[in-house]
């Protein structure tokens, strides 16, 4: 989705579906940390990777965490 034109200076992306809003900004000085990363929490995950590899994606699955599969 289109940033306000105020806000698209200073770069990033805007993504919306739905009810979910996921809002990227730049920050020049940004380190990552080592062990940290969002996550989203899906209904239907096998439709989501299903999706992903439609459009020539292809999820990596990772270790069961806290009784959730996660990819």
């Known amino acids: 989705m289109p940033k306000p034109p105020h806000l698209a200076t200073r ?3 805007w993504f919306e579906r739905g009810g979910v809003k996921v809002h990227l900004g730049v920050d020049p000085d940004f380190r990552p940390a080592r062990k940290a990363h969002a996550g989203l929490l899906v209904d ?3 439709a989501l990777t299903d ?10 699955d990772g270790e069961p965490l806290d009784g959730f599969r996660h990819v």
């Open 44 to 46: 239907d995950l096998r």
């Open 11 to 13: 770069g990033g992306a």
């Open 51 to 60: 999706a992903l590899r439609g459009a020539g994606h292809e999820p990596v």
